[in-house]
């Protein structure tokens, strides 16, 4: 019997070879399109905010190791309750959208 695939699985699965990828060969692209697939996945899923915050906490530390500090700066996640925490955390006023 064949198990079906669970989308949010295959997403925390992705966001970790993307780490894997850059930390043990250095490949940076391979990197980033296991992120964008992984991010790709939060996006389509419901209560998926975890998925895509650990994705991009992943994509964050690439960057920083890789010194692509503007790329880094520019990662945000989509979620509003999600952005809202991360400007606290850097010290910004959160944006408007959180309700």
């Not at 064949?2 to 850059?22: F, H, I, N, T, V």
């Amino acid at each position: 019997m064949s198990r079906r695939a669970d989308p949010l699985e295959e997403g925390w699965l992705l966001a970790r070879l993307g780490a894997a990828e850059y930390f043990e060969t250095g490949d940076y692209a391979a990197a980033q399109a296991a992120f964008a697939r992984a991010l790709g996945i939060a996006a389509g899923e419901r209560d998926a905010v975890g998925l895509e915050l650990r994705t991009l906490a992943y994509a964050i530390s690439v960057d920083h190791f890789d010194l692509r500090w503007s790329d880094a700066a520019r990662k945000e996640p989509s979620d509003p309750r999600a952005r809202a925490a991360r400007s606290t955390i850097l010290g910004r006023k959160p944006t408007r959208d959180f309700a």
